[in-house]
């Protein structure tokens, strides 16, 4: 994007931040410096982030997500393998998922939410702990299940929720939105309470956890 979009973007950003409790970045252009999160872009996140402590800064990128610095991550399975690992390693496997999660923590300073889809989200710590999905039955269309996913753990963190109290709701969330066919999905707060009882009949307290 020009240096003036670029600059307008981050002009605005920093004039609204003290009337916002989150910022959500989303990075979807494949090609670098194409889109409007650009180097300099990323660099200024990373400082107004590092000023503003009591705000969620979270961010979501396809293909660069281990350039950013000081927020918070989320990134599917796959990519978070191939970005700590390489291309080889096997996204497949929990071990490595679990692995790759902490790898990312580890260089981007804040933590790291890891989608894996039908097995639920990874997030970082101590330990690498994998909060159970929700199973749901019949016909499912993942499209926006990611952003809905954000939308729920962003609300929750905002909200003082612990990491994985944001990545049950993420998970809640999803599974209800999943279930929409053809179409945006949208989840209602009085559609949690019965999901997370689901859930909990499904999880039974047990939760998988890789340390570094």
Not at 93 to 99: A, N, P, S
Not at 113 to 141: C, K, M, N, Q, Y
């Amino acid at each position: 994007a020009p240096l003036d979009a670029q600059e307008q973007v981050l002009a605005r950003l920093t004039r609204l931040l003290p009337d916002v409790d989150a910022v959500i970045v989303l990075d979807q252009v494949e090609e670098a410096e194409c889109g409007i999160v650009t180097e300099r872009v990323r660099e200024s996140l990373t400082r107004l982030a590092g000023g503003e402590p009591r705000r969620v800064f979270w961010v979501d990128s396809r293909t660069r997500i281990g350039l950013f610095r000081g927020l918070i991550v989320k990134v599917n399975a796959r990519e978070a393998v191939r970005e700590a690992f390489g291309e080889r390693a096997d996204a497949g496997e929990d071990t490595v998922v679990g692995q790759a999660t902490l790898e990312l923590a580890r260089r981007t300073g804040k933590p790291v939410f890891v989608t894996a889809g039908e097995r639920g989200i990874w997030i970082s710590g101590p330990a690498a702990v994998l909060i159970p999905s929700v199973h749901v039955e019949g016909p499912t269309d993942p499209t926006g299940a990611g952003d809905s996913a954000t939308a729920g753990a962003v609300l929750s963190l905002c909200a003082g929720a612990t990491l994985q109290e944001a990545a049950l709701v993420a998970n809640l969330v999803a599974s209800i939105t999943v279930q929409q066919l053809a179409t945006t999905g949208t989840a209602a707060p009085s559609q949690l309470g019965p999901r997370l009882e689901m859930w909990r009949s499904q999880a039974k307290g047990t939760h998988d956890a890789v340390r570094d």
